[in-house]
């Protein structure tokens, strides 16, 4: 059919785009409300939808992207016991290529054995470099002081007042603060 030519031939050929356009309407409506409870179906049983990789838990970052963090550091470590060429090495190494971070953990370590390294007592300095960390420091007697993580108390270690043990006191608590913490 060609080009609509008269009033009456441009009306009628309206009229019949606007009844596809509509019966196409209804047909993707339907296949959205379709797919609309098929997702309401999957999350209430608790299955992944989509593009969606893991729920969220219940806990919440210490600093900015923390959990993130931990995962990708987490997914690193799995992927150097994975065979070369599996499946499960190629989906690790995807995560991980597509997921970048900022080493947070790593940095925190490395500024954490260097702050206690050679430690003989808590200064002003050596407070302030724990609690650039997160690490806030709390007197506990004369002997000790109590730390912990961000404040949270699910996360605490204890840390004598002197380093003693020939300097390897410091690198002791480091090792500790670092497994608990980061």
């Known amino acids: 059919m060609g080009k ?5 031939e441009m009306m009628a050929y309206y009229d019949r785009k606007i009844d596809d356009l509509q019966a196409e309407k209804e047909i993707l409506q339907a296949e959205k409300e379709s797919l ?22 219940k806990e919440c970052d210490l600093y900015p992207g923390e959990i993130h963090e931990i995962l990708m550091d987490m997914l690193k470590a799995a992927r150097r016991s994975v065979p070369e060429g599996s499946r499960r090495a190629d989906i690790l190494e995807d995560l991980l290529r597509h997921n970048p971070v900022e ?12 702050a206690l390294k050679g430690y003989t007592d808590l200064d002003a300095s050596l407070r302030r470099k724990l609690e ?18 961000y404040g949270d108390d699910r996360y605490t270690a204890t840390m004598a007042c002197t380093g003693g043990d020939a300097g390897r006191g410091g690198r002791n608590l480091a090792a500790e603060l670092i497994q608990k913490f980061f």
Do not use: C, M, W
């Open 4 to 8: 609509p030519q008269t009033i009456e």
């Open 36 to 57: 609309e409870r098929r997702l309401q179906d999957h999350s209430a049983a608790g299955k992944f939808s989509g593009n969606e990789l893991l729920h969220a838990g």
């Open 103 to 114: 080493d947070v953990p790593g940095r925190k370590t490395q500024s954490l054995k260097n």
């Open 132 to 149: 650039d960390l997160g690490i806030d420091v709390a007197e506990q007697g004369r002997k000790h002081y109590k730390l912990k993580y």
